[in-house]
């Protein structure tokens, strides 16, 4: 039998276990002659934020983008993921071969013709690495800071959600280009590794704050001139207020309106104006020609020490609703993924 996560009912607000099921369903792991499917063992699944989005009664987002294709209650939810095919009717991969691509949140995946999958090297990393600092989750870092924000040394770059698994290598990527990098987080816990741990010239936390513009100001007396921007509502509003003329903000994810239809940053736009701010938000998906670059740069990193990739590694598929729900109220710690098969 192959067990899978879905939706009992849409989910508007922030999302409780009791939204979920986890369903059973018998599963052969040996293909129809002439199929051409391909049934993989998942291995991680990804947990991410975006995917709240895709779990609403209707999109927010008049996106045409896939990443806003609804999720049905009683459907599969996808996820990029780490899996070892267990049958092939494609003559490209066969039995034991280690793959990336779109799974489901379940033990297995059977992968139709088109989906996403390819074959990976896993150089020596842990094959977690591949759904977060080898996977999305480090080509949104890396593509958001150096495409987006456009830094140049010495410059100044403020990320929230700066523990979480994007910000926290948005950080390091900083700090290792040479830029002063403060972040925010949740937890005093959180605080205190941001800077200890990971090199951030400072970090708060924003739960302790009350006017997160003076929070700004006392960081940054001399101004933002990137903000990578993961939560949105008050944040970004005090972020732009504290923007340096030409500053940049990427806006990468909004996660504090994710859960709150009513929320949403309304910066003051003649700051945005006066101060020539440039304001963009980007798709990790649209950077895939900085694929090698991003990988040789950071497998370098990794090799030398000079980067810590944070994991929060769940066990079992029947976790994933709790780490799912975790998202929204700062459990996790780093990339939050799902051991599926105690690897
Ligand atoms: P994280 O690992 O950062 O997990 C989410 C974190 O967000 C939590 O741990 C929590 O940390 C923080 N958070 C949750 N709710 C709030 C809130 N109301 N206000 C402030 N902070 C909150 O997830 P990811 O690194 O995967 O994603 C980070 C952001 O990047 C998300 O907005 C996501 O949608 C976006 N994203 C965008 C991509 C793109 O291509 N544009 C690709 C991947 C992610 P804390 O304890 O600090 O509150």
Redesign the pocket.
């Known amino acids: 039998t192959n067990r899978f996560i879905t939706i009992k009912n849409p989910v508007d607000a922030a999302p409780r276990e009791s939204d979920f099921e986890t369903k059973a369903e018998a599963l052969s792991l040996k293909l129809e002659p002439g199929s051409i499917d391909i049934i993989v063992k998942n291995l991680y699944v990804s947990i991410?934020?975006?995917q709240i989005n895709r779990l609403k009664s209707h999109s927010s987002s008049q996106s045409a983008s896939s990443f806003a294709v609804r999720i049905i209650p009683g459907d599969t939810i996808d996820a990029s993921g780490v899996a070892r095919v267990v049958a092939s009717g494609n003559p490209e991969f066969e039995k034991g071969d280690l793959v990336v691509g779109l799974l489901a949140w379940g033990d297995y995946t059977v992968v139709k013709p088109g989906g996403m999958l390819r074959k990976f090297d896993p150089m020596g990393f842990p094959l977690s690495y591949q759904v977060g600092i080898l996977g999305?989750?480090g080509l949104?870092a890396y593509a958001g800071l150096f495409e987006i924000g456009k830094p140049k040394k010495g410059e100044k770059v403020f990320v929230?959600?700066a523990?979480?698994?994007?910000?926290h290598l948005v950080g390091q990527y900083a700090k290792l280009f040479g830029c002063y990098v403060v972040g925010s987080?949740?937890?005093k816990e959180?605080v205190t590794l941001l800077k200890d741990k990971l090199g951030f010239d400072d970090a708060f936390n924003?739960k302790e704050e009350t006017d997160l513009k003076a929070a700004l100001k006392r960081y940054f007396p001399d101004g933002i001139d990137i903000y990578f921007d993961?939560?949105g509502a008050e944040?970004q509003e005090a972020a732009i207020a504290n923007m340096n003329t030409y500053g940049r903000v990427a806006v990468?994810?909004?996660?504090?309106e994710y859960t709150d239809g009513k929320k949403r940053a309304a910066p003051e736009m003649l700051d945005v104006i006066y101060k020539r701010i440039k304001f963009q938000g980007?798709?990790?998906?649209d950077h895939l020609n900085l694929y090698q670059d991003f990988i040789s740069t950071t497998c370098n990193h990794l090799r030398s020490g000079a980067i810590y990739p944070l994991e929060d590694i769940s066990d079992g598929v029947e976790s994933i609703p709790s780490a799912f729900t975790g998202?929204?109220q700062?459990?996790?710690i780093?990339?939050?993924a799902i051991d599926a098969n105690g690897v």
């Open positions: 991410d934020p975006y999305f989750s949104t929230s959600a523990s979480g698994s994007v910000g987080a949740g937890s959180k924003y993961n939560v944040m990468c994810g909004v996660i504090s980007f798709l990790a998906a998202l929204f700062g459990g996790n780093g990339k939050k």
